[in-house]
């Protein structure tokens, strides 16, 4: 299994200039789930989906932020337009959410810089 | 005040020392992660518990449920188990409710 994937790596971009960020779930997981951390406030969750369906979406920031999960195999974070207060690492996990057993599992992250 | 109380926040040790991470927390929850995060960035599920004691290598964790507390401990440990470790639980959503993590170096 290759894991949560996310794309890309890393990103640096000008204030002002849209951001896609993309993840790619575990095959088989019903559940994904959109981090951001910082030094100041460590992981905090933006939003999550259920059988690609957005349930909670109280901790994006603002309206510059939206996501989408047009399929169980794919999900982007979108930042339009960015500002370098957004600079952060941006988790993306998946789980199989079965009764008893949420455990998440997490993708390398994307860095983002905005200038 | 945070609703997932780490401790300490730092600690260094020796290679080979046995090392315990507290987490404690306020509310009643069904389920704890340990999660651990490399220097490099990359977070790594430990865990998850709700009862009991559970051990993966070198690593066991514990918790108690009544008591609101949960332990992970290394036995001989190494430099490579320095990282940040982060316990969270899941709130009455399942969304996580992460600790401030406890930044662990070993040396050799």
């Known amino acids: 299994d290759a894991g949560v994937i996310q794309s890309p790596r890393h990103e640096v971009t000008e204030m002002g200039q849209e951001v896609t960020l993309r993840c790619k779930p575990i095959?088989?997981?019903?559940?994904l789930f959109w981090y951001r951390q910082t030094m100041m406030r460590g992981l905090e969750l933006l939003i999550y989906?259920?059988?690609?369906?957005?349930?909670?979406d109280s901790g994006m920031p603002e309206d510059r932020f939206s996501a989408k999960m047009p399929n169980a195999s794919f999900s982007t974070l979108k930042i339009q337009p960015s500002e370098p207060r957004d600079s952060a690492v941006y988790f993306c996990?998946?789980?199989?959410?079965?009764?008893?057993?949420?455990?998440?599992?997490f993708g390398p992250g994307t860095r983002l810089t905005v200038l | 005040k945070n609703e997932v109380e780490q401790s300490p926040q730092n600690l260094t040790a020796q290679e080979g020392e046995f090392i315990t991470i507290n987490c404690s927390y306020s509310?009643?929850?069904?389920?704890l992660h340990w999660l651990q995060q490399h220097p490099g960035g990359g977070i790594v599920s430990l865990f998850m518990l709700s009862s009991g004691k559970k051990k993966h290598g070198r690593l066991i964790a514990t918790i108690n449920i009544q008591e609101k507390h949960s332990s992970l401990h290394i036995t001989a440990s190494h430099p490579r188990d320095s990282a940040v470790y982060i316990c969270?639980?899941?709130?009455?959503?399942?969304?996580?409710?992460f600790g401030t993590g406890t930044r662990l170096q070993v040396f050799p």
């Open positions: 509310v009643g929850i069904s389920a």
């Open positions: 095959s088989g997981h019903n559940s």
């Open positions: 996990a998946s789980s199989r959410r079965l009764a008893g057993n949420n455990e998440q599992f």
């Open positions: 989906f259920n059988n690609n369906v957005p349930i909670d």
């Open positions: 969270a639980y899941f709130n009455n959503t399942d969304k996580l409710i």
